[in-house]
């Protein structure tokens, strides 16, 4: 009887959860403008979304954004997480609490603020005002990954390595970063996912001439609904499915050596 | 670790003068000056742009943000809190399975979920037709209220099942044994035991949802059709449309005033920095 109840429960919550997405997958087929009733099986909507060339360049931005993005903010957020570690505390605190401040502080205002700079100093809005704003928000999620790994590291690791006849290049590659190397690889995907998916801070720091995917969902989904944002969810819901399995195989896989 | 100095985060540091704290400080300057007479160059120093918030309507507009956030969160919590009991009673591997399925409708993107249920709540939709077949004819629940707290709850509620769930996981079992086997009832175990631990969860859920929902200006834009303003839409509305950006920095002011308030109030409740139950990856 609890169990029956346990089950009902779940699949009511994940009906809750995945009915508007597999609506929507389910519409992007639909051989009819309106989401009424169904009207033959059609695939017009993804010829229409490839021929689109507004929604094939903001995919393009929106990876260039999260791949320069990504790669600038692991790579600065690592190298200052070490060097915050290292900090002595009167100077460590207004850096944790600055850095914490693209966590704490809503989108919008992040959003504002930047904009109101950039306008400021005269800078003209485009791709470059994008990716500064991406990486000033991704960075604290680098550090926050990366800096308890730091903390959790025996004092001298990297000394050992270098009295037991290692390079510094040798110690730092061989033995302190793989130590780190979970909390890099969480910070860069979740420094991704965050530039991919985010709008707010991007809408207000893009201008006129760049938008990526989130601005041109936002602008065509405000005009009401439109068959080729269906075909473009079902598109991006499949990447991440096959994404997430692939990432399964592999962990699996990992398990497996292991043991 | 003596090797490394601290001077390789200086690079950062600067980053953030001018990217964080200069950014911040100059929409606070810009909150204290006005040009009434919008003549090129010229600003004074003043508090009218707080005072005229302080007009009804827009108190008005600062009511209904909170009270929708407030809604939307309650809802989570209603929601989260049974169901991360039930995900506990799961078998360990179950729970994972379980938690990632609650996870991927967040990795779809933010606009997409939303743009979802723009279409499921259409005049034409699917939620249309169904109550139709029960006899309410043409009822369109878009761009109405109820939409766009629906759209908070969906859109935030993996945010309030996290931290919840963490917190529930933590409470050693025995410990709930032993107070049933010292003779507390059912209800005296959760009131006394169970809801304690797992207050700071609870805390960093509501806080989590909380945040988001009260700064939202998508969600209203979308699912309530700018029908229904809050403090997000006019703060976008006064720095891309209305171009007044002295008043739409005193909103923001007015804004992060709110949030760090009921950040302070959330450290008060648990005594500590908000555990947010892991990322969501």
């Not at chain 1, 003209?124 to 959790?152: D, Q, S």
């Amino acid at each position: 009887m609890k169990k029956i109840f346990r089950n009902l429960a779940f699949g009511l919550i994940l009906l809750f959860l995945y009915a508007p997405i597999l609506v929507l997958i389910v519409y992007s087929f639909n051989d009819s403008k309106i989401m009424g009733p169904w009207a033959g099986f059609t695939l017009k909507w993804y010829v229409m979304l490839f021929q689109d060339r507004y929604i094939l360049q903001a995919l393009y931005y929106t990876l260039i954004i999260a791949v320069v993005a990504t790669t600038v903010s692991t790579i600065v957020g690592t190298i200052s997480a070490l060097g915050i570690y290292r900090m002595r505390s009167k100077l460590k605190r207004p850096y944790l609490l600055l850095n914490n401040i693209p966590v704490l502080v809503p989108d919008i205002v992040m959003g504002i603020t930047l904009m109101s700079l950039f306008i400021f100093a005269g800078m003209k809005m485009g791709l470059t005002t994008i990716i500064i704003a991406h990486i000033t928000f991704c960075i604290p999620y680098v550090i926050l990954a990366v800096l308890p790994r730091f903390n959790r590291l025996p004092e001298n690791i990297f000394e050992a390595a270098l009295d037991l006849g290692a390079t510094p290049r040798q110690a730092f590659w061989k033995v302190l970063f793989p130590e780190i190397l979970p909390g890099v690889t969480s910070g860069a995907l979740i420094a991704f996912t965050l530039s991919i998916d985010d709008f707010v801070i991007s809408f207000f720091t893009a201008g006129n001439g760049v938008s990526n995917l989130s601005i041109t969902i936002y602008s065509m989904a405000k005009a009401g609904i439109n068959p080729k944002i269906n075909a473009l969810s079902t598109i991006m819901f499949g990447c991440i499915m096959v994404l997430l399995i692939l990432i399964n195989i592999r962990s699996e896989k990992g398990i497996k050596h292991i043991q | 670790m003596k090797s490394f100095k601290e001077y390789i985060a200086y690079p950062y540091g600067l980053w953030m003068l001018i990217f964080i704290a200069v950014p911040l400080l100059v929409v606070v300057w810009f909150s204290f000056l006005s040009n009434p007479d919008f003549k090129a160059g010229v600003y004074t120093f003043t508090l009218d742009n707080y005072q005229e918030f302080m007009d009804p309507v827009y108190l008005e507009l600062l009511y209904r943000s909170f009270l929708y956030a407030v809604i939307a969160t309650v809802i989570c919590f209603i929601i989260a809190y049974p169901l991360g009991n039930l995900i506990i009673s799961l078998p360990g591997h179950r729970q994972n399975l379980m938690i990632v399925l609650m996870i991927i409708p967040m990795w779809v993107n933010f606009l997409l979920r939303t743009y979802a249920w723009m279409v499921l709540l259409s005049g034409s939709g699917l939620i249309s037709q169904f109550l139709g077949m029960l006899g309410f004819q043409d009822v369109s629940l878009l761009y109405t209220q109820s939409a766009v707290i629906l759209g908070m709850v969906y859109n935030f509620f993996p945010y309030m099942l996290l931290p919840i769930y963490t917190s529930l996981k933590k409470i050693d079992p025995d410990l709930l044994r032993a107070a049933t086997d010292l003779g507390a009832n059912h209800f005296q175990m959760f009131v006394k035991i169970k809801l304690p631990l797992s207050l700071p969860g609870i805390v960093s859920g509501s806080m989590m949802v909380f945040m988001p929902a009260v700064s939202t200006f998508v969600i209203s834009n979308l699912l309530g059709g700018g029908k229904y303003m809050l403090v997000g839409n006019l703060i976008e509305q006064q720095f891309l449309t209305l171009n007044n950006w002295n008043f739409g920095s005193a909103i923001s002011m007015v804004l992060m005033t709110i949030i760090f308030l009921v950040l302070g109030i959330a450290r008060l409740i648990t005594g500590k920095e908000l555990d947010t139950g892991g990322q969501l990856l």
